[in-house]
């Protein structure tokens, strides 16, 4: 475990800190989150982090996507010198109904982290920033880590601006809403220089650590993943006066497709989920007359999740149906010595992949030295208002961080 002894100053921030965000974009009935980007929830969240790093006296910017990054020591006088800064955070937005930690944990965390540097009277030789990525979860416009992958070039400009929520309003006048100029999106290299390693503090998604029995855990990898769309065709007709045998019912395709999906996804030891369906005319007492699904599917082995993908097919290709791919990101591995070095130095934490997609995947995968801490998550659930993980855990989370920026912002890094 860390060497890093928490102050009480630290655990009792991170507790009023936790304290404040709870009652922000919570639904009273579920319980649960709704934090969607550009929305008023976000901006409280946006103004909540504001008067932190205030707080803190570190220089808060935004960049062209309206991330926000909050900097100990002057970033650029450092690049100047050769030596980018040590960025720590995640983001505060939610899924629909979402759970208290899949973000804020991050973020949290990461000021968590300053002030117990501070109390250690550490004094980094290179800047520390502490980031909030705006709209990690895509749960409004569609697309997940739209803040990081707008930055890197990996969403461009012109698409990020005409993705649209489900009331019609584009990406672009929303920001406009926000008081943001959605002409400034675009690559940001000048951000993007000043990160010379990003380490990101997250709720585990699973129950990996609990298994091994350890609280935290370095994250090695992002396995690959994939959206396809499937699309199956049929007739509209009456459901009582058509004969099973003279019906062309889209729904049946589908329901095949997701059978299989499940199947394929066993036999082949990855994961398949069709969490989305869109069926017209959506009638109680009419026979589908086209059928959509969304497939996720992802697993270690990228051959794996493709050989799911051609099983998929097949059933699809028997009912006439199409299989459109939507995206595809391949395995996405952090930066193999900083995951070593953190290991080590935190005692040989045990080193666990991810299912589940994060900005320090895209920072990765535009080549900035990153890496992930993970925080065990005793129901193992997540994206739902039971993801959880206990107070100690959290600071043991903390303790790690803050171990990580001692070393890699100090004068041995
Ligand atoms: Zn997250």
Avoid at 2 to 7: I, N, Q, R, S, W
Avoid at 185 to 196: K, N, P
Avoid at 266 to 279: H, L, R
Wanted: proline content about 4%.
């Amino acid at each position: 475990m860390a060497t890093t002894k928490l102050h009480g100053g630290t655990a009792a921030g991170f507790r009023r800190m936790w304290h404040d965000l709870e009652a922000l974009g919570v639904d009273g009935d579920s319980g649960g989150y709704q934090r969607f980007a550009l929305t008023r929830e976000d901006h409280d969240l946006r103004e909540w982090f504001a008067g932190e790093c205030a707080e803190r006296g570190l220089d808060l910017t935004t960049d062209r996507m309206g991330n926000q990054w909050a900097w100990w020591g002057d970033p650029d006088a450092a690049l100047a010198a050769g030596d980018p800064g040590v960025v720590i955070g995640s983001h505060l937005d939610s899924v629909p109904d979402g759970g208290a930690f899949d973000g804020p944990l991050g973020v949290v965390g990461a000021l968590a982290a300053v002030d117990q540097l501070r109390h250690d009277g550490f004094a980094p030789t290179r800047p520390v920033g502490v980031v909030n990525f705006t709209d990690e979860e895509g749960a409004r416009f569609g697309v997940a880590c739209a803040g990081s992958r707008v930055i890197t070039g990996a969403l461009g400009a012109d698409r990020a601006r005409s993705l649209t929520d489900r009331d019609g309003v584009t990406m672009a006048e929303a920001i406009r809403r926000a008081g943001r100029d959605p002409a400034a999106l675009g690559r940001d290299d000048e951000t993007l220089a000043r990160v010379g390693a990003f380490v990101e503090l997250h709720v585990e998604q699973g129950r990996r650590l609990v298994d091994l029995g350890h609280s935290v855990g370095v994250g090695s990898d992002i396995w690959p993943h994939g959206r396809w769309r499937v699309d199956l065709p049929g007739e509209a007709n009456h459901a009582g006066t058509t004969s099973l045998a003279e019906r062309e019912d889209a729904l049946l395709g589908l329901a095949a497709m997701i059978i299989a999906a499940r199947r394929a996804a066993e036999g082949e030891g990855c994961v398949a989920t069709v969490g989305k369906v869109d069926v017209v005319p959506g009638a109680v007492n009419a026979i589908a007359s086209r059928a959509t699904g969304w497939l996720d599917a992802r697993g270690a082995d990228p051959d794996a999740v493709l050989r799911v993908l051609a099983q998929v097919h097949d059933v699809v290709a028997d009912f006439d149906g199409l299989v459109t791919q939507e995206s595809w990101t391949p395995t996405t591995d952090f930066d193999p010595a900083l995951v070593r070095r953190m290991a080590t130095r935190l005692g040989g934490l045990p080193v666990i992949a991810t299912g589940a997609g994060h900005d320090a995947g895209i920072l990765a995968n535009d080549g900035i030295r990153s890496a992930m801490l993970f925080v065990r998550n005793p129901t193992g659930v997540s994206h739902s208002p039971d993801e959880w993980a206990s107070a100690d855990d959290c600071l043991d989370g903390i303790a790690a961080l803050a171990d990580v920026v001692t070393d890699l912002a100090g004068a041995g890094g």
